[in-house]
């Protein structure tokens, strides 16, 4: 099992750009969770999807913040226009079931470190 | 505002002693807590979850949970310098039976001098 993969793994980019970050979720996890950890506000849910259906975004910061799941195993999380604010290592996390419901917790992808300049 | 607390260290233990680690929450309906590890620049890993008042075990870990006080702790015997790292503390809410978010402490930073 390769685990949660997220791409890339550092991004750096312009303020106004467009910001794309990806994750494959285990295979037959059903949920999916983006995470943004920064040293101020630590991590701090973004969204998470059961299913490929989203449930919850109510950690999106704002407009500028879109994240899809086409499949059971392909999601993105894209910020646009990004701007310096943003700069933080987002986490991607799959689970077998909610977290309540077992001692399954989450499994996190490495990680993209995005600096915005 | 649902809010999870630690003290952000960081807390220095010497090689072979116990290291204790605590988090408050602010929800009294939390059901659900969970303990993390991450070390520097790396991704949070699963430690330990604990559901239930009192003591679990697992190897070093003991986790300790006091509902009426929330209050949930993380001990770790005869501590290794390769235990070094920020353990991070995560509750869930149980909405009336709908699924509350896991929202994490900011974590402390744990150092074990050899």
């Known amino acids: 099992d390769a685990g949660v993969i997220q791409s890339p793994r550092h991004e750096v980019t312009e303020m106004g750009q467009e910001v794309t970050l990806r994750c494959k979720p285990i295979?037959?996890?059903?949920?999916l969770f983006w995470y943004r950890q920064t040293m101020m506000r630590g991590l701090e849910l973004l969204i998470y999807f059961n299913n490929n259906v989203p449930i919850d975004d109510s950690g999106m910061p704002e407009d500028r913040f879109s994240a899809k799941m086409p499949n059971a195993s392909f999601s993105t999380l894209k910020i646009q226009p990004s701007e310096p604010r943003d700069s933080a290592v987002y986490f991607c996390?799959?689970?077998?079931?909610?977290?309540?419901?077992?001692?399954?917790?989450?499994?996190f992808g490495s990680g993209t470190r995005l600096t915005v300049v | 505002q649902k809010e999870v607390e630690q003290n952000s260290g960081p807390l220095s233990v010497p090689e072979g002693a116990i290291a204790s680690l605590n988090c408050t929450y602010s929800d009294r309906g939390s059901q659900s807590f969970f303990w993390y590890r991450q070390y520097s620049g790396k991704s949070p890993e699963l430690i330990m979850s604990i559901y239930s008042n009192g003591d679990k075990e697992d190897g070093r870990f003991t986790a300790q949970l006091n509902k009426a006080s929330q209050y949930v702790s993380l001990l770790i015997r005869d501590s290794q310098p390769s235990d070094s790292a920020t353990y991070l503390c995560?509750?869930?809410?149980?909405?009336?039976?709908?699924?509350?978010?896991?929202?994490f402490g900011k974590g402390t930073k744990l150092s074990v001098k050899p």
């Open positions: 996390a799959s689970s077998l079931v909610y977290p309540s419901e077992g001692d399954y917790g989450y499994t």
């Open positions: 295979s037959g996890h059903d949920y």
């Open positions: 995560a509750v869930i809410t149980d909405y009336g039976g709908s699924q509350g978010n896991l929202i």
